[in-house]
C-alpha cells in the first residue's frame, strides 16, 4: 500500500498542475465540456462540521474473546462495537486465511421481523495442529500417524451473535427510514428551478449535429468552433453557478431541517449486543472453549427519545403517512401529516436535553463476559521408547473466568475549523479467574486522554492501575503505569483513488 | 455537499431510448433519490426502492433531460453507494457511454450527481 500511495504521488501532481492551469472564468481549450460544467458546478465543500461521529471505529468490542478489549485501556466507548457485524451484511462470505483457516460469515433475519439483519453465524475452521506439548513429546513416525489422523473439522469454532436493531436499540438506518424520508424529500422540494443549466441542455441539443458534438458528447472546449464556444462558454459557467447556489440551497435546508442531528442522534442510540462462541477441538490439538458475552453501551438520548416525545402529535401511522406525501413532494402547507411531524421533530430538537445530548455526546457502556475452557485429557499408549511414560498422558484441568467492564467516554474537544477530536476515555474491570494456576483475579483501571492529529494518526496518552501486574509490565511497584503512543490508520486504495482523482 | 464529478452528458439519444439507473449500497444506511427534470414531460421523482431495484425512464424526442442524484449518509456503518446509468436504445443495444460512480463517507457528506440527455430532434 506505501509502494502504491509513492506511485500516485506523479499523477497528483499532474492534477493539481492542470487545475491550476485552467482558467478561473472559462473552460480550459483542453478540458471537456462536462468536466468544466462540473468545475463550475462544484459547490466547496463543507466548512461547517456539525457531524460529531466522524470516524466509523474500525474495533470490534462486542465479540466475546479472552481479553476483552473493553478492559483494553485504549478501549472507547465512543468507538462503534459493532463493526464486525456488517463487514458481510448481505450475504453469506466464505474466506480463507493464508493459515489455512477458513470462515464463513452470515447474517441474516428478514426485513420485517428482525430488521437490518441483526444475527451473525460465524463458524471458523483452523487449521488442525497438535498441541505443542503433545508435538514436543512425540516424535518420528508416531508424531507423523497423529498429524495425519487430524482432520480439516477438528478445530472448529462457531460463533452466534444478536444484536437487536429498532428504533430503540441499534444505529442502522432502516427503523428511521420514514423520518430521514421526511427529512431529506422535504429539502428536496425546497429547491429552485435549474433555468440556466435548462439552457445548457437546450444549447447541448442546438449543437448535437454538428461537429465536434455529432461524434462526441463530451468533447474539450478548445475543439468547439467559434459560435459554439461563445454560446457554450458562458452558458456552462452560469449553469454552474446555478448549481451551487441550488446545492448550497439544498445544504442549507438539510441543516435547517435538522439531518446533521438526525445523524448525530442516530450515532448516538443505544446498542446492545450478545454472543456465544463455542470452539470444539480435538483432544490433541486443545481443550473445547465456551464464551458469552453481553454488551450494552448508551449516551442517554438518541433517536428513539423522539418517537416517544411525538406520541401524541406525529405517531407511527403518521409518520408513515408524512413519508408518503413527502415523498410525493408535499410541504407542510399540502399535508397534515407532513406538517405535524416535522412540527415535533423540531420541537425535539429544541428540547433542552437533545441540546445537550447533541452538544455533548458521552458514552457509556458495560460488558460481561464469561469464558470457560474444559478439562483436557491426552492419553497415547504405547508410545516410542524415547517417550515416557507409557501411556504418555497429559492433563489440562478446566478453568472459568468472569470478566465484568464499564467505560466511560466524552470528547472534550469537538471536530470543527481548525480544532480535533480530543476525547477522554475512563475504564474499569474486574476479571475473575478460578482453575487457572496460571492467572489470578485482577482489577485494572484506566483514563486515556486520545487526541487526534490528522485523519490518520491519533495520539493516546493514559495510566492505568491494576491490582495484580502479572499481565502488566509496570515501572513502578504500585501497579500504576503510563501510555504513550501514536496510532495510525492507513489510507485505503478507495481513498487514495479520491486523492488521485480517479487517474 | 461534494459533486460527483463530471457530470454525465448524452446527446443524439433516439427518441424511444430508456434511462437505466440503478444503485446498490453495501447496506441500508444511506438514502438516494433522482429527479427527472424535462423540457416537455412533468417532472418525476424516481424514489429510491425503484433505484434500488433498477428503474427505467422511458426518453421521448424532442425532449431536454436533466437528471440529478442526491445521496445523504446516515448510521453507521456509511455503505459504499454504487451509481449506475446508461441509456438503452430502442433496439436494445447501448447509447454512447455508460455513467457510474461509488462514494462512501462516514463524516455524511451529501453528495450530488448530474447528468444531462438531449434527444435527437
Given at each position: 500500500m506505501r509502494k502504491l500511495s509513492f506511485a500516485f504521488i506523479p499523477a497528483i501532481l499532474a492534477t493539481s498542475l492542470f487545475a491550476q492551469s485552467?482558467?478561473?472564468?472559462t473552460c480550459g481549450p483542453q478540458e471537456p465540456v462536462a468536466d468544466c460544467f462540473g468545475r463550475f458546478a462544484d459547490p466547496k465543500p463543507d466548512v461547517v462540521v456539525t457531524a460529531i461521529v466522524t470516524d466509523v471505529a474500525q474495533a470490534n468490542t462486542g465479540a466475546p474473546a479472552v481479553t476483552s478489549p473493553l478492559t483494553s485501556p485504549l478501549a472507547s466507548p465512543l468507538k462503534d462495537f459493532l463493526s464486525l457485524f456488517v463487514t458481510s451484511v448481505d450475504m453469506a462470505t466464505l474466506s480463507e486465511k493464508?493459515?489455512?483457516a477458513l470462515t464463513l460469515d452470515w447474517n441474516f433475519g428478514s426485513q420485517k421481523f428482525t430488521t437490518g439483519r441483526p444475527f451473525k453465524l460465524q463458524a471458523v475452521f483452523n487449521k488442525p495442529q497438535l498441541d505443542p506439548k503433545v508435538k514436543a513429546a512425540l516424535g518420528g513416525e508416531l508424531l507423523q500417524q497423529q498429524e495425519a489422523s487430524l482432520r480439516d473439522t477438528d478445530d472448529a469454532t462457531i460463533s452466534l451473535s444478536y444484536s437487536p436493531q429498532n428504533r430503540t436499540l441499534g444505529r442502522t438506518l432502516s427503523p428511521h427510514r420514514a423520518l430521514i424520508d421526511l427529512l431529506t424529500s422535504r429539502a428536496r422540494t425546497g429547491e429552485v428551478e435549474d433555468v440556466k443549466t435548462r439552457e445548457l441542455a437546450r444549447l447541448l441539443q442546438v449543437f448535437e449535429k454538428e461537429e465536434p458534438f455529432k461524434s462526441n458528447p463530451n468533447p474539450q472546449f478548445g475543439a468547439l468552433t467559434a459560435p459554439q464556444k461563445a454560446a457554450m462558454g458562458s452558458a456552462?459557467?452560469?449553469?454552474?453557478?446555478?448549481?451551487?447556489?441550488?446545492?448550497?440551497?439544498?445544504?442549507k435546508m438539510l441543516r435547517d431541517l435538522g439531518v446533521d442531528d438526525f445523524r448525530t442522534l442516530l450515532n448516538q442510540q443505544p446498542q446492545a449486543y450478545a454472543s456465544a462462541v463455542q470452539r470444539s477441538r480435538n483432544s490433541l490439538i486443545g481443550a473445547d472453549e465456551t464464551s458469552f458475552k453481553l454488551t450494552y453501551e448508551t449516551s442517554g438520548r438518541g433517536l428513539g427519545s423522539f418517537y416517544k416525545k411525538a406520541q401524541t402529535t406525529c405517531n407511527d401511522t403518521q409518520l408513515e403517512q408524512a413519508q408518503k406525501d413527502s415523498l410525493a413532494g408535499q410541504t407542510e402547507s399540502d399535508s397534515i401529516a407532513v406538517k405535524a411531524c416535522l412540527d415535533a421533530w423540531q420541537a425535539f430538537r429544541s428540547d433542552p436535553k437533545t441540546k445537550a445530548a447533541l452538544a455533548s455526546p458521552s458514552r457509556f457502556a458495560f460488558s460481561l463476559e464469561y469464558a470457560g475452557v474444559r478439562r483436557n485429557n491426552v492419553s497415547l499408549k504405547s508410545p516410542p521408547p524415547s517417550v515416557t511414560p507409557d501411556p504418555f498422558t497429559l492433563h489440562r484441568p478446566s478453568s472459568e473466568s468472569l470478566i465484568g467492564s464499564v467505560v466511560y467516554g466524552l470528547p472534550l474537544i469537538g471536530n470543527g475549523?481548525?480544532?480535533?477530536?480530543?476525547r477522554l476515555d475512563f475504564s474499569a474491570s474486574y476479571e475473575n479467574v478460578t482453575g487457572d494456576k496460571d492467572r489470578d483475579n485482577r482489577f485494572v483501571a484506566s483514563a486515556?486522554?486520545?487526541q487526534k492529529?490528522?485523519?490518520m494518526l491519533t495520539m493516546p496518552i493514559g495510566?492505568?492501575?491494576?491490582?495484580r501486574d502479572r499481565y502488566l509490565k509496570t515501572f513502578s511497584d504500585r501497579g500504576l503505569s503510563m501510555h504513550f503512543g501514536l496510532v495510525m490508520k492507513m489510507p485505503t486504495f478507495g481513498k487514495l483513488q479520491q486523492l488521485t482523482g480517479g487517474q | 455537499m461534494s459533486l460527483i464529478k463530471p457530470p454525465q452528458f448524452w446527446n443524439n439519444v433516439p427518441d424511444g431510448s430508456t434511462l437505466r439507473a440503478k444503485s446498490e449500497g453495501t447496506n441500508e444506511n444511506y438514502t438516494i433519490d433522482m429527479t427527472v427534470d424535462s423540457s416537455g414531460d412533468d417532472d418525476s421523482v424516481v424514489s429510491q426502492p425503484r433505484l434500488e431495484h433498477g428503474a427505467g425512464v422511458p426518453l421521448v424526442s424532442p425532449n431536454r433531460y436533466i437528471m440529478t442524484v442526491r445521496i445523504n449518509f446516515a448510521g453507521l456503518p456509511a455503505p459504499s453507494v454504487t451509481f449506475s446509468a446508461r441509456i438503452i436504445r430502442p433496439d436494445g443495444t447501448q447509447h454512447q457511454n455508460p455513467y457510474t460512480f461509488t462514494v462512501s463517507d462516514p463524516a455524511g457528506t451529501p453528495y450530488r450527481a448530474l447528468m444531462i440527455a438531449v434527444t435527437s430532434e
Open positions: 485552467l482558467p478561473p472564468d493464508n493459515d489455512g456552462i459557467v452560469s449553469a454552474g453557478a446555478e448549481q451551487v447556489a441550488i446545492a448550497v440551497a439544498y445544504r475549523p481548525g480544532t480535533r477530536e480530543g486515556v486522554y486520545s492529529i490528522s485523519d495510566i492505568v492501575y491494576a491490582n | -
